[in-house]
């Protein structure tokens, strides 16, 4: 289930530091980029997921469009990314079309192409199939979709151009990407023309597509290569896909793999995990998301643990205000002199007792030091700024050696 971007921005962004909206932007460019590529490898086997992929994507660029709002309001200055800048340029472009022509076949079922030519307002179709030179049968001066969507203007075109992102095609597409080779199948080219001296713009693939290549597709009235049919399957292996998560356990520096069974579970999320030998309930930070059969994956499934479920409201509200106290400041004493003073300690498991190397003097000379106090404190009520304290080097074992 997703939230509405109102929602999202109440549990998600809403009285965020700068810091946290830029991450968390990062994390939603990070989401949709998996669900593209998850979209459009052809060799994934589909499974039934609510929501499916289409509307999780959908949902989650008005996640970003919120994220992206709520950082300019934050006083923060955005810098687009270059495939935001080609979208964007794309879209600019879009009232100076003057042509469009669509290729798609292959060397078996001949080729079909197809030309929209732009002017004063409206549009002309045309179509012709290859090699026998047949007039495809489309209507000249609109099209009309399955769904009863009416394209009468050169207007309503662009508006479908929009809705579909098309900016943010790639300029090829190849299976390669996800390492296998095709020979022979469909190829196609899509291209745009434009007055005012702009660049054209294309893109194409062979065996491989965007997407949303059917809802292009749909424009021209072609039979999508991406649609998946039906066949019996009775007699092929049974065949799995798992949900890869690495996730960072609070508090730690390190990341770990598990298991998600919660099929819409995004980077950046916070989820609950079983952690070591005794299995304590910990918090986590999802950081990447990867589907992997057991073959790929990247830690044996048999014994790769299992995330045990996405953080509830109220175990958010605990862990917010544990992070505040986000600091682990030490009162360390230098060895063979009393004169203390405190440190940070990054390391996870410090102890009142504790033999550590700290930076020490002006110089900031590595000596021993026995750690005499250990409080967890947020910067705000810091003995020291945290920008300004120096940090515990590391922590020694019993048996180390001095000198």
Same mark, same amino acid.
């Given at each position: 289930?997703?939230?509405?971007?109102?929602?999202?921005?109440e549990s998600e962004?809403?009285?965020?530091?700068?810091?946290?909206?830029?991450?968390?932007?990062?994390?939603?460019?990070?989401?949709?980029?998996?669900?593209?590529?998850?979209?459009?490898?052809?060799?994934?086997?589909?499974?039934?997921?609510?929501?499916?992929?289409?509307?999780?994507?959908?949902?989650?660029?008005?996640?970003?469009?919120?994220?992206?709002?709520?950082?300019?309001?934050?006083?923060?200055?955005?810098?687009?990314?270059?495939?935001?800048?080609?979208?964007?340029?794309?879209?600019?472009?879009?009232?100076?079309?003057?042509?469009?022509?669509?290729?798609?076949?292959?060397?078996?079922?001949?080729?079909? /192409?197809? &030309? =929209?030519?732009?002017?004063?307002? $409206?549009?002309?179709?045309?179509?012709?199939?290859?090699? @026998?030179?047949?007039? *495809?049968?489309?209507?000249?001066?609109?099209?009309?979709?399955?769904?009863?969507?009416?394209?009468r203007t050169a207007?309503?075109?662009?508006?479908?151009?929009?809705?579909?992102?098309?900016?943010?095609?790639?300029?090829?597409?190849?299976?390669?990407?996800?390492?296998?080779?095709?020979?022979?199948?469909?190829?196609?080219?899509?291209?745009?023309?434009?007055?005012?001296?702009?660049?054209?713009?294309?893109?194409?693939?062979?065996?491989?597509?965007?997407?949303?290549?059917?809802?292009?597709?749909?424009?021209?009235?072609?039979?999508?290569?991406?649609?998946?049919?039906?066949?019996?399957?009775?007699?092929?292996?049974?065949?799995?896909?798992?949900?890869?998560?690495?996730?960072?356990?609070?508090?730690?520096?390190?990341?770990?793999?598990? /298991?998600? &069974? =919660?099929?819409?579970?995004?980077? $950046?999320?916070?989820?609950?995990?079983?952690?070591?030998? @005794?299995?304590?309930? *910990?918090?986590?930070?999802?950081?990447?998301?990867?589907?992997?059969?057991?073959?790929?994956?990247?830690?044996?499934?048999?014994?790769?643990?299992?995330?045990?479920?996405?953080?509830?409201?109220?175990?958010?509200?605990?862990?917010?205000?544990?992070?505040?106290?986000?600091?682990?400041?030490?009162w360390v004493e230098?060895?063979?002199?009393?004169?203390?003073?405190?440190?940070?300690?990054?390391?996870?498991?410090?102890?009142?007792?504790?033999?550590?190397?700290?930076?020490?003097?002006?110089?900031?000379?590595?000596?021993?030091?026995?750690?005499?106090?250990?409080?967890?404190?947020?910067?705000?009520?810091?003995?020291?700024?945290?920008?300004?304290?120096?940090?515990?080097?590391?922590?020694?074992?019993?048996?180390?050696?001095?000198?």
């Amino acid at each position: 289930m997703m939230i509405s971007p109102e929602e999202y921005y109440e549990s998600e962004l809403k009285d965020s530091t700068q810091r946290e909206l830029l991450s968390r932007i990062l994390q939603l460019q990070e989401r949709m980029i998996y669900l593209k590529n998850y979209m459009e490898n052809p060799y994934h086997k589909r499974e039934l997921v609510h929501p499916d992929e289409a509307t999780q994507l959908a949902m989650t660029r008005e996640y970003l469009a919120a994220a992206k709002k709520a950082y300019a309001d934050a006083g923060g200055q955005y810098r687009e990314g270059m495939s935001e800048y080609l979208a964007a340029k794309f879209l600019e472009k879009l009232p100076d079309l003057e042509k469009i022509t669509f290729y798609i076949g292959g060397f078996f079922g001949g080729r079909s /192409i197809y &030309e =929209i030519e732009i002017a004063d307002g $409206g549009f002309r179709l045309t179509g012709m199939h290859y090699p @026998e030179e047949q007039p *495809l049968p489309v209507d000249n001066r609109e099209i009309i979709l399955e769904d009863g969507t009416e394209i009468r203007t050169a207007e309503d075109l662009f508006d479908y151009f929009r809705e579909m992102h098309m900016g943010e095609w790639l300029p090829d597409y190849d299976p390669e990407r996800f390492g296998y080779s095709v020979c022979d199948g469909t190829q196609w080219e899509l291209k745009f023309e434009y007055g005012k001296g702009h660049n054209p713009w294309e893109s194409g693939g062979s065996n491989s597509y965007p997407w949303n290549f059917a809802d292009l597709c749909r424009l021209f009235g072609e039979l999508d290569p991406t649609a998946v049919f039906e066949e019996d399957e009775e007699d092929e292996p049974e065949y799995q896909e798992y949900l890869y998560c690495l996730v960072t356990p609070e508090d730690m520096n390190r990341s770990f793999h598990y /298991i998600s &069974e =919660i099929t819409d579970i995004a980077p $950046g999320e916070t989820v609950v995990i079983p952690y070591g030998a @005794e299995n304590k309930e *910990l918090f986590g930070t999802v950081v990447s998301i990867e589907v992997c059969d057991e073959w790929s994956a990247p830690f044996p499934v048999e014994k790769t643990k299992k995330i045990l479920r996405r953080a509830t409201d109220e175990e958010l509200r605990r862990l917010r205000e544990r992070e505040q106290e986000k600091y682990t400041y030490c009162w360390v004493e230098p060895e063979g002199n009393d004169k203390g003073n405190y440190y940070i300690s990054e390391l996870e498991d410090i102890r009142k007792g504790d033999m550590v190397m700290i930076p020490y003097g002006y110089d900031n000379r590595e000596v021993f030091g026995k750690v005499v106090s250990v409080r967890r404190t947020s910067e705000k009520n810091a003995p020291y700024p945290p920008e300004s304290t120096k940090r515990i080097l590391r922590k020694l074992v019993p048996d180390q050696n001095r000198g």
